[in-house]
């Protein structure tokens, strides 16, 4: 089955690094179009960033704009998002997902990794 495994969430200081992890397994990781999303407490759940299947083509929100990669490996089948200069509005429980393994759309979510950023 489908299995999507977070890793390195924290607590950092303002300004700050993180990375991301996500271990994908039971899909054809190679073809599959990868998400980073966040939701912090009393708010909704926000797309982070996107990365094609090839890696080629990549999208962020505007808050996160120069301060996070995302990137992936197809040959270890995972995902990370690469956090910088992190500030106290990135406090948020950390999603991987995946929404399309090629052209089938599809809504699987990893259990979330929590970010705190507090000094």
């Known amino acids: 089955q489908v299995q999507l495994v977070e890793s390195g969430g924290g607590l950092v200081q303002p300004g700050g690094s993180l990375r991301l992890s996500c271990a994908a397994s039971?899909?054809?990781?190679?073809?599959?179009?990868m998400n980073w999303y966040r939701q912090a407490p009393g708010k909704e759940r926000e797309l982070v960033a996107s990365?094609?299947?090839?890696?080629?083509?990549?999208n962020y929100a505007d808050s996160v704009k120069g301060r996070f990669t995302i990137s992936r490996d197809n040959a270890k089948n995972t995902v990370s998002l690469q956090m910088n200069s992190l500030r106290p509005d990135d406090t948020a429980v950390y999603y991987c997902?995946?929404?399309?393994?090629?052209?089938?759309?599809?809504?699987?979510w990893g259990q979330g990794t929590q970010v705190t950023v507090s000094s």
């Open positions: 997902n995946v929404a399309r393994i090629g052209i089938i759309r599809v809504a699987y």
């Open positions: 039971g899909f054809t990781f190679s073809i599959a179009a």
């Open positions: 990365i094609s299947s090839t890696g080629g083509t990549t």
